[in-house]
């Protein structure tokens, strides 16, 4: 099966380094060409800086987009399938953007669109769920789905270690994006989560700003050091309930008791689970960020496709409405102003530094602390965990 890697960054050099050292089923794939730049000189005879020259190839079978972003990728991936190439991407961010557009148009070409390894990198979550999907309506979704944002927690929390500095190690290591704020301020999340939610739910929501999404960017040492000392560990979650005819929708730091898998879930890895009817919780854990674990879950869908293993069909056809309050919480907040007034319709008590707000809606507790930003725009909120049926206090 012949191959063109679009972009030859962390990824792409991942998967064209699993297929050079292939082993296993890996041995029936073949790297036929790189793009790269245009007039970036090239290192491999397999590197080309022209995209026609990949869709006009009638030898190669797929195309891998890992060049990130929007655009151009989203202008590839379309052009890849009307030349009846199958595509493989690992973009969350273009997919989250297109699923629709991409999904319509590779049923017209008899293409597959695959892309396991944009959600939780190496884990197998897209074929998890959509295994789920073949018996269960899936009630609820939630993860840790951010492999940067997870290592800069758990390296904050062990180590005690700066935000900023273990950000730094997180890029050399590739588990961050380009612009590592899609990382820290819950896009990334966000556009995973859509993603799950498309595929779980068989609709097409986009990561809007106005959706709930809130990031670690303003988590502070003494943070850390307070949710220690409640026995707490906080991680970035994204999740999702569905209810009779409705879904939430919600990314946003959480806080977890230590005895709990998401508490120990450490570096760059990622939890995702799902709530089936019959198969009850499921969780999957692994890598969700870094070379060839990624790469790993992009190989695999390359392998999917050359034994001709199907994925499920999508019609976005659900009548399912996004209900921001269809769940409540408890929250967490710190903030440099007395902000307990615009919480005024909701139990709150001030411990020390933090307000506790009880109970409150969901999609109100973010609009609410939109307005508190506006006015600190240092403010850190997180939700409280509910422990035997009760809620942290
Ligand atoms: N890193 C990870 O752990 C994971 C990444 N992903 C996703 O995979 C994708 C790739 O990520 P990653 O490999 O980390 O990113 P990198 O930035 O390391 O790699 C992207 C590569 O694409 C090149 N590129 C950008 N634009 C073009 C273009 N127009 N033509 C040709 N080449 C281009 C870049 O070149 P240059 O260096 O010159 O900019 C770079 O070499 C992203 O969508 C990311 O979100 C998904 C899961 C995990
Ligand atoms: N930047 C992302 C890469 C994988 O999706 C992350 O850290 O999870």
Not at 165 to 176: D, I, N
């Amino acid at each position: 099966m012949n191959i063109a890697i679009l972009g030859f960054g962390t990824v792409g050099s991942g998967v064209y380094k699993i297929i050079q050292n292939a082993k296993r089923q890996a041995q029936n794939l073949h790297v036929r060409h790189i793009l790269i730049r245009k007039n970036k000189k090239p290192d491999l005879p397999e590197m080309t800086d022209s995209i026609d020259e990949i869709l006009n190839d009638k030898d190669v079978d797929v195309v891998v987009e890992v060049i990130g972003g929007i655009e151009p990728a989203h202008q590839y991936i379309v052009d890849a399938l009307k030349h009846k190439k199958h595509v493989i991407t690992a973009n969350k961010a273009v997919i989250a953007e297109y699923m629709d557009e991409f999904t319509r148009i590779a049923a017209e070409n008899d293409a597959k669109f695959y892309f396991e390894s944009s959600v939780g990198g190496g884990i197998p979550w897209i074929q998890g769920l959509e295994r789920a999907l073949r018996v269960d309506d899936v009630t609820k979704i939630q993860g840790i789905f951010n492999g940067t944002s997870n290592f800069i927690l758990d390296q904050m929390h062990r180590t005690g270690k700066p935000f900023n500095e273990v950000l730094m190690e997180a890029q050399q290591l590739g588990y961050a994006e380009a612009d590592p704020s899609a990382d820290i301020d819950g896009i990334d999340v966000a556009n995973k989560l859509c993603i799950s939610v498309d595929i779980a739910y068989d609709l097409f929501i986009k990561p809007t700003a106005e959706l709930p999404i809130f990031g670690i960017r303003n988590i502070t040492e003494d943070d850390m050091t307070h949710f220690d000392k409640l026995g707490m560990t906080i991680k970035l979650m994204g999740k999702s309930h569905q209810r009779g005819n409705e879904f939430d929708y919600m990314v946003e730091p959480t806080l977890y008791y230590g005895d709990t898998l998401e508490a120990h879930t450490r570096d760059n890895y990622n939890l995702i689970s799902l709530i089936g009817e019959t198969i009850g919780t499921l969780k999957f854990m692994g890598q969700g960020a870094g070379q060839l674990p990624t790469a790993n879950a992009v190989i695999q869908d390359i392998l999917d496709i050359y034994q001709g293993k199907e994925h499920l069909k999508r019609e976005f056809k659900s009548s399912f409405k996004f209900q921001p309050n269809l769940t409540k919480n408890d929250y967490i907040v710190r903030s440099e102003i007395d902000c307990s007034p615009l919480f005024k319709g909701f139990e709150t008590e001030l411990r020390g530094d933090y307000l506790l707000i009880h109970n409150i809606p969901v999609g109100e507790m973010h609009r609410l602390m939109r307005k508190v930003l506006q006015r600190d725009e240092s403010a850190f909120m997180a939700s409280l965990p509910t422990k035997k049926g009760g809620a942290a206090k």
